[in-house]
């Protein structure tokens, strides 16, 4: 898969999430939904922060829809954090979620059908297929990193209740 392809593939299944999250039966089942697109949107922020729009911010005519993009992902993650912060039952649960959702769409549909994607294919066309390599390597190295942080909480937790 080249770069953008793969990054396509990401914001599919980002958005087959939020319709799985739209028809959940109860907030539980939401909840457990969110936890997955947020673990989906923040790799997907990570790769394209760290590996994609560095490489696609060395060339003039990609620079600034770059630094929008970068502004865009600021206030999804923020989004991100608050939701994951909300208290069980919270009402304001439902609209962030929506709101996070017209953001993620916004981005997305910008990146694929504004000017970038078109654009990259375009000018870029020779340094897809590596980049696109360089994306999965990076998408399994946070995917380790979120493991690792995991067993790290673990040990923390075996230790405050070890001694208490
Ligand atoms: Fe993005
Ligand atoms: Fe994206």
Partial sequence: MDALELLEEDHKLVMELFKKAGEA??????????????????????IEETVFYPAMQEN???????????EEHKQVKALLREIKNLKPGSEKFEPKLQVLLDNVQHHAEEEEEGKMFPKIRKILPGKLPGLGEELEAAAAANQFRR?????????????????G
């Fill in 25 to 46: 039966q109860d907030e539980k089942e939401k909840r457990k939904i969110f936890r997955e697109i947020y673990k989906e949107l923040e790799t997907h922020a990570r």
């Fill in 60 to 70: 003039e005519e990609l620079k600034h829809m770059v630094l929008e993009a970068l």
């Fill in 147 to 163: 493991h690792c942080l995991w067993r790290f909480d673990l040990r923390e937790l075996r230790h405050i209740s070890g001694s």
